[in-house]
C-alpha cells in the first residue's frame, strides 16, 4: 500500500505531466532545431505547427491526397497525390482558431470528400464543402463545446449522411451534429463524458449495427463508451480505468473475434505510471475487459492497419518527444503485441495515418510533425513486410546523426545510471547482437580510437 506522501507525490507528478503534455502539445513555440536522423523518409512541408493528418481521394483520381490541420497559421493544408505515394506542393485553405483535427467524409453526398476541423480557441467546427476537383469552398463553422480536441465523421442517426461527433477538451461532453442531409448541420447535442475529453472514435462496439462513441479522457484517466439508441442520440457513458492520461484512441478487431476492441495511446512522461499503450477487448456486447498495456514511448496518436500484410491490425503510434519517431507494434495474431520498433522522425511528431498511397498494395503512414522553422508531413513507405525505411545510424545512440563519444555516455547512462535505452534500439547495438551491453560500449571505442569495424548496420540502424 503506497502512503500517503507517495501519493500525494504521484498525483502531483499526474498534473506536472498533464500540464507538460498541453504545452508542448498545442503550445511548444521554443523548440531546439534537431538535423534529421535519417534521409529516407519523405517530408513535405505544411502550415506552421501542424497537429493532424487525414488522407482520403480528394480529388477523384483514384489516389489518397492529404489534409493536414495547422494550428498556428489556422488553415488546412491540402497535398494532392502524384499517384505514386509522392505529393505536390501544399494549397491552404483557412480555417477557425487553432486547428487540431481534421476529417473527410462525403457530407452532401455528392461523390466527393468533404472536409470537417475542430478549431481548439474558437470552439467551432469547420466544414468546407469539395468543388468536386478537390478543391474548397470557404469554411462555414458550427459552435460545439469549449476546446474542441478530436473529430469524427459517421453515420450515426441510420439515414446514411455522415453526422459529426466532437470530443470538447475543456467542456467534459461530446457534441452529436447531425447531418440536414445536404451537408449542413443541427445544432450540437452533448452527452457528458469523462474529464477533458481528447479523443473520439465512433465503431460498432456492441453489434447492433449501430455506431457507438468511445471517448479517451485525458484527465480521469480512463475510456468512457457510450452506446447508440439506434437513432443517433447516446445512452449515459461507462467508463473504464486505463491508468494515465488517454489522449487518442481507435476501434478496430485487434483479436480476431470480428467484435471492435479499443487501442489507446496515452501520454505517460517515460512510463513513470506504467505502460504507455492499453488495448482494451470486447466482449462481444460492448463491454470490455481491464486493460493490457505495452511500453512505449509519449504516443499522442495510435493508429490500427495491416501493416505486415498477415491479415489482423498492427498499432502505429506518433511519440511526441523533440527527437520525434513513430513506432509500430505488430500484432502476434490474438490481440497482444510485440515490443515496438522506432522510426526517427526529428521533429514533435502530432499524429498518424495510415493507407496505401503509393498504389503497392501495403499500407503506408503519414505523420506530422514540426520543430524549429520546421513543419513537415513526413511519408514512410512501406517495404511489404511491416517495416519502413531505415531510419537510423547504428551506434548513434544520443540520435544527432554522428557518432562519436557522446554516443559511448548516452550507452553508460543507459546501462549504469537508470537513462532511458537508446531509441531505436539499435542504435545503441552497434555490434548488432540484438542486446545494449558493454560489448557495445568497447566496439564503439574501438571503432572511435582505435581504426575498429564501422558499426553494423541492421534493417532499421541503415544508414
Known amino acids: 500500500m503506497l502512503s500517503t506522501d507517495s501519493e500525494s507525490k504521484k498525483g502531483?507528478?499526474?498534473?506536472?505531466?498533464?500540464?507538460?503534455?498541453?504545452?508542448?502539445?498545442?503550445?511548444?513555440?521554443?523548440?531546439?532545431?534537431?538535423?534529421?536522423?535519417?534521409?529516407?523518409?519523405?517530408?513535405?512541408?505544411?502550415?506552421?505547427?501542424?497537429?493532424?493528418?487525414?488522407?482520403?481521394?480528394?480529388?477523384?483520381?483514384?489516389?489518397?491526397?492529404l489534409a493536414v490541420a495547422n494550428a498556428y497559421d489556422n488553415s488546412i493544408s491540402i497535398l494532392k497525390n502524384n499517384g505514386d505515394g509522392t505529393f505536390g506542393t501544399q494549397v491552404k485553405y483557412g480555417a477557425g482558431e487553432i486547428p487540431v483535427s481534421v476529417f473527410a467524409a462525403d457530407l452532401n453526398w455528392d461523390n466527393d470528400m468533404d472536409l470537417v476541423v475542430a478549431n481548439f480557441i474558437s470552439n467551432d467546427v469547420s466544414v468546407l464543402k469539395n468543388k468536386g476537383d478537390g478543391t474548397f469552398h470557404p469554411a462555414v463553422n458550427y459552435a460545439v463545446g469549449e476546446g474542441p480536441r478530436s473529430i469524427f465523421c459517421a453515420d450515426l442517426n441510420g439515414d446514411k449522411y455522415p453526422d459529426i461527433a466532437v470530443a470538447n477538451y475543456s467542456s467534459d461532453y461530446v457534441s452529436i451534429l447531425v447531418n440536414n442531409k445536404n451537408g449542413t448541420f443541427q445544432t450540437p447535442v452533448n452527452y457528458s463524458t469523462g474529464r477533458v475529453p481528447a479523443s473520439v472514435f465512433c465503431a460498432d462496439l456492441d453489434g447492433d449495427k449501430d455506431l457507438d462513441l468511445g471517448?479517451?479522457?485525458?484527465?480521469?484517466?480512463?475510456?468512457?463508451?457510450?452506446?447508440?439508441?439506434?437513432?443517433?442520440?447516446?445512452?449515459?457513458?461507462?467508463?473504464?480505468?486505463?491508468?494515465?492520461?488517454?489522449?487518442s484512441v481507435f476501434c478496430a478487431d485487434l483479436d480476431g473475434d470480428t467484435d471492435r476492441d479499443i487501442a489507446i495511446a496515452k501520454y505517460n512522461y517515460d512510463n513513470f505510471?506504467?505502460?504507455?499503450?492499453?488495448?482494451?477487448?470486447?466482449?462481444?456486447?460492448?463491454?470490455?475487459?481491464?486493460?493490457?498495456?505495452?511500453?512505449?514511448?509519449?504516443?499522442?496518436?495510435?493508429?490500427?492497419?495491416?501493416?505486415?500484410?498477415?491479415?489482423?491490425?498492427?498499432?502505429?503510434?506518433?511519440?511526441?518527444?523533440?527527437?520525434?519517431?513513430?513506432?509500430?507494434?505488430?500484432?502476434?495474431?490474438?490481440?497482444?503485441?510485440?515490443?515496438?520498433?522506432?522510426?526517427?522522425?526529428?521533429n514533435l511528431t502530432t499524429s498518424t495515418f495510415?493507407?496505401?498511397?503509393?498504389?503497392?498494395?501495403?499500407?503506408?503512414?503519414?505523420?506530422?510533425?514540426?520543430?524549429?522553422?520546421?513543419?513537415?508531413?513526413?511519408?514512410?513507405?512501406?517495404?511489404?513486410?511491416?517495416?519502413?525505411?531505415?531510419?537510423?545510424?547504428?551506434?548513434?545512440?544520443?540520435?544527432?546523426?554522428?557518432?562519436?563519444?557522446?554516443?559511448?555516455v548516452n550507452i553508460i547512462n543507459f546501462l549504469y545510471k537508470g537513462q532511458s535505452q537508446p531509441n531505436?534500439?539499435?542504435?545503441?547495438?552497434?555490434?548488432?547482437?540484438?542486446?545494449?551491453?558493454?560489448?557495445?560500449?568497447v566496439y564503439l571505442v574501438n571503432f572511435l580510437f582505435k581504426s575498429g569495424p564501422a558499426p553494423l548496420k541492421s534493417s532499421v540502424c541503415c544508414l
Open 354 to 408: 495510415s493507407s496505401d498511397l503509393d498504389a503497392d498494395d501495403d499500407l503506408d503512414l503519414a505523420v506530422t510533425n514540426y520543430g524549429y522553422n520546421s513543419n513537415k508531413v513526413s511519408i514512410l513507405n512501406n517495404n511489404g513486410d511491416g517495416t519502413f525505411n531505415c531510419t537510423a545510424k547504428a551506434g548513434d545512440a544520443n540520435g544527432d546523426n554522428k557518432i562519436h563519444l557522446s554516443d559511448i
Open 424 to 441: 531505436p534500439a539499435c542504435t545503441g547495438d552497434p555490434n548488432n547482437d540484438g542486446n545494449t551491453n558493454l560489448t557495445d560500449i
Open 273 to 346: 505510471y506504467g505502460d504507455s499503450v492499453s488495448i482494451l477487448k470486447n466482449n462481444g456486447d460492448g463491454t470490455f475487459q481491464p486493460a493490457v498495456s505495452y511500453t512505449a514511448g509519449r504516443p499522442v496518436s495510435v493508429f490500427c492497419s495491416d501493416l505486415d500484410g498477415d491479415g489482423d491490425f498492427d498499432l502505429a503510434l506518433a511519440d511526441r518527444t523533440y527527437a520525434g519517431s513513430i513506432s509500430t507494434m505488430k500484432n502476434n495474431g490474438d490481440g497482444t503485441f510485440q515490443s515496438k520498433v522506432d522510426y526517427g522522425i526529428g
Open 215 to 247: 471517448v479517451g479522457n485525458f484527465y480521469s484517466d480512463n475510456i468512457s463508451v457510450l452506446k447508440n439508441n439506434g437513432d443517433g442520440t447516446f445512452q449515459s457513458k461507462v467508463d473504464y480505468d486505463v491508468v494515465i492520461a488517454p489522449t
Open 12 to 65: 502531483i507528478m499526474k498534473i506536472v505531466f498533464r500540464l507538460l503534455t498541453v504545452v508542448l502539445g498545442l503550445f511548444p513555440l521554443v523548440a531546439l532545431a534537431f538535423e534529421p536522423m535519417f534521409d529516407t523518409r519523405i517530408d513535405y512541408n505544411v502550415g506552421i505547427a501542424p497537429q493532424s493528418v487525414y488522407g482520403a481521394d480528394l480529388d477523384g483520381d483514384g489516389d489518397l491526397d
